[in-house]
């Protein structure tokens, strides 16, 4: 059975597995399932599913642990390689929903960390070493705009930065950290996430300036200090110029 046949059936059967909650993208020609109203799974499929290559995934997951989703990108990689070539898209999504329960759960039962372990984290991230950029200044009515960006290659460099940069004592007194990343993993998959820090859909924003700019293993955080004057819509024309702005200063893309 070649793949597209393949496909077909296995899309007919999630379809009537997953009903409506199973849909495509019109826009992106992908497939989209809600696992729960904090995340969502993004699938692509190519000419070389299922025979020699996994789909192509995107997680949209603000509320999970890194921990977890990395955990999520190691569970799909192994599925897949003890598939030999068979759909895989239902083991895909029941271990997801397996995990984002699991994290549920103990989140929970979750109880404040004990004294030494917060110290013993505090060591770790002194001991990490990210490469970061910081971008010029943008100002408009008393309020201040500035873009950061580090390379990150895991989501584990993802936390490290954001801890790095809230070490900063100005850039934890921001009004808003707003952030975005990108990664491409090894099996050729994409990680992305967003946080808005409270400035609503602003990383959403900063998240699909990467996604047009079509750039990977990229982190940016975009500092807000809020002056007192509120700037409507110009609010967020610069936090994309402040991220457009670092990620020529890093490198990323011609100036």
Known sequence: MDNLVEQCEEIEALKSIYDDNWRLEAETNCYSIQINPNVKLFITLNDDYPSNKPPNFELLAPTLPLEQKQLICDEFSRIYESSQGSPILFQWIEKLKEIVDQCSEVANASQPEDLNEVEEKQEIRKETVLEVIHGDIIQDRKSVFQGHLARVHSL?????????????KKIAQATHNVSAYRILTPQGTILQDCDDDGETHAGGRVLHLLQILNVTNVMVVVSRWYGGIQLGPDRFKHINNAARQVLVQGGVLPS
Do not use: G, S
């Not at 584990?156 to 900063?168: A, G, P, R, S, V």
């Open 156 to 168: 584990h460099e993802t936390k490290e930065f954001i801890n790095h940069l809230l070490d900063n």
